[in-house]
C-alpha cells in the first residue's frame, strides 16, 4: 500500500537558519504530494501541494519539489522564524482511490528559538 | 465563511461509554473525511463519506466504530464501549469535490478515556 516516510524530530533551529524536512514517499500510479502543518492545539492547514513530477508547491517561503526519479517531496525553507515552530506532515493522495483520501507520514516537530 | 466545525473539542468519557464527535464541513462541502490521531503520531484515515453514503470505511476498526453523514445535519462519529485506547484527537475534513480539491480540517476532538 501507500506510505510516506519522514524524518523524525524534533528539529530544533535557531532563528534565521535553513530547514529541510526529508520526505519520501512509496505509491501506485502517479499521485498528488501535500505539505501540511499543525499548530498546537489546531487542525491542519495545508501548506503547499505538487500533483506532478518536477512541480514545485511554495508558500509562505516553504518550497518542495516533487521529485519522482528519487520518490522524495521535500520540504525546504531559507530562513526560519519563531512563528514556524510547529508539526509538519508530508502526506500524498494516490489519485486512484475515490475521493482525496491522505496518507500521512509520522510528522516531523519543529522548534526556531529566538 | 466558517470552516470545518468539530465539537465537542475536548470530550471525557469512562471505559464502556459511548462518544459521539460531531463534524459539520465547510459550507457548499460534499465530501466528508475522518482521521485519528494517536499521542506523537501521524494522522490515520478512517472513513470517507459522502452525503447518506460511506465511500470508504477502510481505516475503520471493525468493531464498536461508525460513521454517519445524514441528508440535514453534520457528520457523527460514534464509538461503542469506549477502551483507554481510543484516546486520540479524531480531526475531520471536507471538500468540495473529489479530484484535486484540498482537504480543509477542523481543530479536531480530543477523546481521554479514563
Known amino acids: 500500500g501507500d506510505s510516506v516516510t519522514q524524518m523524525e524530530g524534533p528539529v530544533t533551529l535557531s532563528e534565521e537558519a535553513f530547514l529541510t524536512i526529508n520526505c519520501t514517499y512509496t505509491?501506485?500510479?502517479?499521485?498528488?504530494l501535500f505539505w501540511y502543518v499543525q499548530y498546537p492545539g489546531e487542525g491542519l492547514q495545508l501548506l503547499l501541494k505538487?500533483?506532478?513530477?518536477?512541480d514545485k508547491g511554495s508558500n509562505k517561503g516553504f518550497e518542495a519539489t516533487y521529485r519522482k526519479e528519487t520518490t522524495s517531496f521535500h520540504l525546504e525553507k531559507g530562513s526560519v522564524q519563531v512563528s514556524d515552530s510547529a508539526v509538519y506532515f508530508c502526506?500524498?493522495?494516490?489519485?486512484?482511490?475515490?475521493?482525496?483520501?491522505?496518507?500521512f507520514g509520522g510528522g516531523t516537530r519543529v522548534l526556531v528559538k529566538p | 465563511n466558517a470552516g470545518v466545525m468539530q465539537n465537542p473539542r475536548h470530550l471525557v468519557r469512562r471505559r464502556g461509554q459511548e462518544a459521539r464527535l460531531r463534524c459539520s464541513p465547510m459550507?457548499?462541502?460534499?465530501?466528508v473525511y475522518w482521521y485519528r490521531q494517536l499521542p506523537e503520531e501521524g494522522l490515520k484515515f478512517m472513513v470517507y463519506?459522502?452525503?447518506?453514503?460511506?465511500?470508504?470505511e477502510s481505516g475503520m476498526p471493525k468493531e464498536r466504530f461508525s460513521a454517519e453523514f445524514p441528508k440535514e445535519g453534520p457528520s457523527i462519529l460514534r464509538i461503542q464501549q469506549v477502551v483507554r485506547g481510543d484516546s486520540a484527537a479524531y480531526f475531520c475534513?471536507?471538500?468540495?469535490?473529489?479530484?484535486?480539491?484540498?482537504?480543509?480540517f477542523g481543530n479536531g476532538t480530543r477523546l481521554t478515556v479514563t
Open positions: 475534513a471536507s471538500s468540495s469535490r473529489e479530484g484535486t480539491s484540498p482537504l480543509h
Open positions: 505509491a501506485t500510479g502517479y499521485p498528488s
Open positions: 505538487a500533483t506532478k513530477a518536477d
Open positions: 502526506a500524498l493522495t494516490d489519485n486512484v482511490a475515490a475521493g482525496n483520501k491522505l496518507t
Open positions: 459550507k457548499g462541502h460534499s465530501h
Open positions: 463519506l459522502q452525503k447518506e453514503n460511506i465511500i470508504d
